[in-house]
């Protein structure tokens, strides 16, 4: 898949992931365990992303001793949830233009 394109898919997973809850690293990536494997490494970076946009906000709350971060999804943050739907209806008639010979032919 194209670099480019995961990536705007991974932030748009992650903005999911916290929709409803405020969440931190290990419970996003936890959440999103059944649907798309994403790493420490790679979530961390998003967050960051994320939050520079102001489609998140962070916290830090003392947990065991050590600070936690949790992460909550802003208006800017929904929005970019709702505007990736809107644009997944071009998405799927792209599809169906590209796989349409697959389907008469297959």
């Known amino acids: 898949m194209d670099n480019q394109l995961k990536r705007g898919l991974l932030d748009v997973c ?3 992931a916290i929709k409803d809850r405020d969440g931190y690293g290990y ?5 999103m365990k059944p649907y798309v494997e994403i790493s420490e490494s790679t979530l961390y970076p998003i967050l960051r992303r994320l939050e520079a946009a102001g489609c998140l906000t962070v916290r830090s709350v003392e947990h065991n001793g050590r600070l936690r971060k949790y992460y909550h999804i802003t208006g800017a943050g929904q929005q970019r949830i709702a505007d990736f739907r809107e644009d ?4 799927i008639q792209i599809y169906r233009f ?3 010979e697959e389907e008469t032919h297959g």
């Open 14 to 16: 992650v903005l999911a």
């Open 27 to 31: 419970q996003i990536i936890k959440d």
């Open 88 to 91: 997944w209806k071009e998405i």
């Open 98 to 100: 590209i796989t349409r």
